[in-house]
Nanobody
Framework: QVQLVESGGGLVQAGGSLRLSCAAS????????MGWFRQAPGKEREFVAA????????YYVDSVKGRFTISRDNAKNTVYLQMNSLKPEDTAVYYC????????????????WGQGTQVTVSS
């Protein structure tokens, strides 16, 4: 069992930056692939980024490539999402998720989810 708690969301102007954190409970964090998803009002949950257990492989949706960076610190049981050059269309609730199935962009492949953190980008 893994419990996930996101933090770091907030209100930022377009072009600004935020860093989201997701703290995980449990002693097996390093065995999990970690992902970030987001959901805007009236839209389906969307994959953003994922990282494998070691941090050596990352995967992004095209719309955030070059702007967002996912990373992890297994010693701190934490995964991060550094978001730069934010756009109004990045506005959403951001969720972190964990799976042992392997890196994936499918939300159905993830077993554990955080409660989400709101990111609002003003124009």
């Amino acid at each position: 069992q893994v419990q996930l708690v996101e933090s770091g969301g907030g209100l930022v102007q377009a072009g600004g930056s935020l860093r989201l954190s997701c703290a995980a409970s449990g002693r097996t964090f390093s065995s999990y692939v970690m992902g970030w998803f987001r959901q805007a009002p009236g839209k389906e949950r969307e994959f953003v980024a994922a990282i494998n257990w070691s941090g050596g492989f990352t995967y992004y949706v095209d719309s955030v490539k070059g702007r967002f960076t996912i990373s992890r610190d297994n010693a701190k049981n934490t995964v991060y999402l550094q978001m730069n050059s934010l756009k109004p269309e990045d506005t959403a609730v951001y969720y972190c998720a964990a799976t042992q199935r392997g890196i994936s962009r499918l939300s159905t492949e993830y077993d554990y989810w955080g409660q989400g953190t709101q990111v609002t980008v003003s124009s």
